[in-house]
């Protein structure tokens, strides 16, 4: 299981500690969803998500004043008592010192933040769910072209670092190279990074390292990029038979989710970065609700009709 330090959610977030005797350091966030403990509040405990991190927003604020002190200080007692890794007041509210001392002798963080509790809690859920999200590495090198997040694979030599430095000098931008950590954010995406050791840096045989963010300047490398294209490269073999229509699209699977793949022949006279750059534009007509390939075949067979 994968976890997030708390330490790097106050500092990612900003927000306000409110009980700066109590130690963070060991404290880690292991689930990317948040919990409103409005029902808690009330004294209803069962299926209390007592692992997430809490949010006060206004509505529970409001309610606790309603019921008054006594009340208030005993239900946030109890929600302390599950060992709740931290919680968090939104809308910049007022925190009670009762509850403020009741957080230390628990040992239970406290803090806040001038966000709207809506806002904050998608921001922060959307933050965990990459950072926890399930993920593997892969070899490879992934590249930004035209906003198309393009995987290169292939076996090692084959030139794949070769292809992104020319892509860099065609304008497109780095996110990987030789390793690409690949994260499941959700069903629908993937997003890859660098791992922060080789993270700018590119092989290449001959030469050695170059830090390519150093070289061609900040606008030539990314730190992360959804994974929309993967191509292939491979060495020409004059007997296998190779797609020329591409009618029929080939996907690779990561962590479940298909992704479109598309496998180059590589030979001596063929210009593999811009090939890249064309299935990457390939790639976004057919989002865009184009498909050569399909427009192509649709003149044939209405020529043979005629």
């Not at 593997?136 to 694979?153: K, N, R, S």
Request: charged share 30%.
């Amino acid at each position: 299981m994968y976890a997030v330090k708390l330490t790097d959610v106050v500092e990612k977030m900003k927000i306000q500690n409110l009980t700066p005797e109590v130690d963070t350091t060991n404290i880690e966030i292991t689930q990317a969803d948040v919990n409103r403990p409005a029902l808690q509040l009330t004294g209803f405990f069962d299926y209390f998500d007592h692992h997430r991190i809490q949010i006060i927003g206004h509505v529970e604020a409001t309610y606790m004043k309603k019921q008054g002190v006594e009340h208030s200080l005993s239900m946030m007692e109890k929600i302390l008592s599950y060992r709740v890794p931290c919680i968090i007041f939104c809308r910049d509210m007022e925190v009670q010192s009762e509850c403020i001392e009741l957080a230390e002798k628990y040992g239970i963080p406290l803090f806040r933040t001038k966000d709207t509790t809506t806002s904050f809690s998608s921001e922060l859920n959307r933050w965990l769910k990459v950072e926890l999200a399930p993920r593997i590495t892969v070899h490879g090198v992934l590249v930004d072209i035209y906003g198309e997040g393009v995987l290169i694979m292939g076996e090692s030599g084959i030139g794949k670092s070769e292809v992104a430095l020319e892509l860099i000098r065609r304008g497109h931008r780095l996110v990987s190279d030789d390793v690409v950590e690949i994260k499941k954010v959700s069903d629908e995406t993937l997003i890859g990074t660098a791992p922060e050791k080789i993270r700018h840096f590119i092989e290449l045989r001959g030469i050695g390292i170059i830090d390519a963010k150093t070289l061609f300047g900040v606008e030539s490398v990314k730190d992360d990029q959804s994974i929309d294209l993967v191509v292939k490269l491979e060495e020409w073999e004059k007997e296998k038979e190779y797609d020329r229509m591409g009618l029929e699209e080939q996907y690779i699977e990561f962590l479940g989710n298909k992704v479109e793949c598309h496998s180059i022949p590589i030979r001596p006279g063929r210009n593999t970065a811009i090939i890249c750059e064309s299935a990457a534009v390939n790639y976004r007509q057919k989002l865009m609700g184009y498909n050569a390939a399909r427009e192509l075949y649709n003149r044939v067979t209405n020529d043979l009709i005629k």
